[in-house]
């Protein structure tokens, strides 16, 4: 036991284990161009649940990470083991009475930095969870993945392109939610995420889905614009009718007998139904097709319903993450920032006095 401990309390093995460090990240640094299908996930996946799929399944460009990881484990032990050491020498030299100068202290908690930003790192790639691809259309609500009680609503998407057409600006307002109320309000940008409690919502992808069709309503002397979604049991009321959605046809067939069916699943010649009441009398029920808007317009009660093309609402493709350790790693990472600041002050007055002690000539 006694050699082991030896072993890995030798400021030797910290210089090796550094070397091979380095080594082991420049050549990853080389895979890593050379294999974009590989590592092109590694940001997408929780790291170990990566690691057990694609890294075990492609050893032969990522060994380097699985060794990166052994050097690492090796390179903690080594820095857990000198930092016991340390710290059990400065507490025997408080316990004789004498004065522990700061920068033993700074040293060593520049150590305990480190690692308690390894362990966030540990916590969030086992614990935590990445999901990609989440569509949420204007107006709708989704629920967070692992929480019942946190959702987050698309309240708008604005999207801003320059003159060539490239895009200028992605922007979604969204609203975070606990059990229906709003907790906290963002606008989503590509390099500005929502966070909360350990929750990234990021913004990656946007679009416009079709969700209903637009009409003209005239004959009552006041052309009218009227929208009517697509969903089943929705309805839309202007003037005192209602036009609900009827059969929704992917591609549009009328046999020999007049009987309307599709002739294939594929969206070849889609058609829309609608039906028109006044209060709960049936009027009149027409066919609209996609594909042609403009066509003969449907007549009833003296008025014309005319197909003016799809109506679209926007949506935004969000990533959800959730990262535990994302507060722990910031905690190493303040400690052993502000310890290393700390020393290189006093390093630096150290400096400073010796060059004022060498400056000085007596008479």
């Known amino acids: 036991m006694k050699r082991i401990w030896k072993f890995f309390s030798s400021t030797r093995l910290a210089i090796v284990l550094t070397l091979l460090i380095t080594v082991d990240v420049l ?4 895979l890593l161009s050379g294999s974009p299908k590989v590592f092109g996930t590694i940001d997408l996946e929780i790291f170990f649940s990566w690691l057990s799929g694609t890294g075990l399944n492609n050893l032969d460009t ?4 699985f060794l990166l990881l052994a050097l ?3 390179f903690t032990l080594n820095t857990v083991v000198c930092s016991v050491d340390s710290i059990a020498s400065l507490l025997k030299t408080r316990a004789g009475g004498a004065r522990i100068h700061a920068r033993r202290i700074l040293s060593q908690a520049i150590h305990v930095g480190f690692i308690i930003g390894l362990a966030g790192h540990l916590v969030s790639s086992t614990t935590g969870f990445r999901t990609m691809n989440n569509y949420l259309v204007q107006g709708d609500t989704l629920a967070l993945p692992q929480s019942s009680a946190l959702s987050l609503r698309l309240n708008k998407v604005d999207v801003g392109l320059t003159g060539s057409g490239g895009m200028q600006r992605m922007d979604a307002y969204v609203s975070l939610l606990r059990d229906g109320k709003i907790i906290r309000e963002k606008v989503v940008r590509l390099n500005e995420p929502l966070l909360y409690q350990g929750n990234a919502v990021y913004i990656t992808h946007h679009g416009q889905m079709p969700d209903g069709m637009k009409f003209n309503l005239t004959g009552n002397g006041n052309p009218e614009t009227i929208r009517i979604m697509f969903q089943q049991g929705s309805e839309t009321r202007k003037n005192g009718y209602t036009f609900r959605p009827g059969r929704l046809v992917p591609d549009f067939v009328r046999d020999s007998n007049g009987e309307i069916y599709s002739a294939s699943e594929d969206f070849r010649n889609p058609a829309q139904e609608i039906n028109i009441y006044r209060g709960e009398e049936f009027l009149a029920s027409g066919w609209f097709f ?9 007549a009833f009660d003296g008025l014309e319903l005319a197909f003016t093309g799809l109506a679209y609402t926007p949506y935004a493709v969000l990533t959800i993450n959730k990262d535990p350790g994302a507060v722990v790693v910031l905690s190493g990472a303040l400690v052993f920032l502000f310890s290393l600041v700390g020393l290189l ?5 150290v400096k400073s006095e010796l060059l004022n002690l060498n400056s000085y000539h007596p008479e």
Do not use: C, E
Not at 27 to 30: D, H, P, S
Not at 290 to 298: C, I, N, Q
């Open 27 to 30: 050549i990853g640094t080389i």
């Open 62 to 65: 990522s060994w380097w990470i």
């Open 72 to 74: 690492l484990v090796l």
């Open 290 to 298: 996609f594909k042609y808007p403009d066509r003969a317009p449907l």
């Open 345 to 349: 002050l006093m390093n630096f007055h």
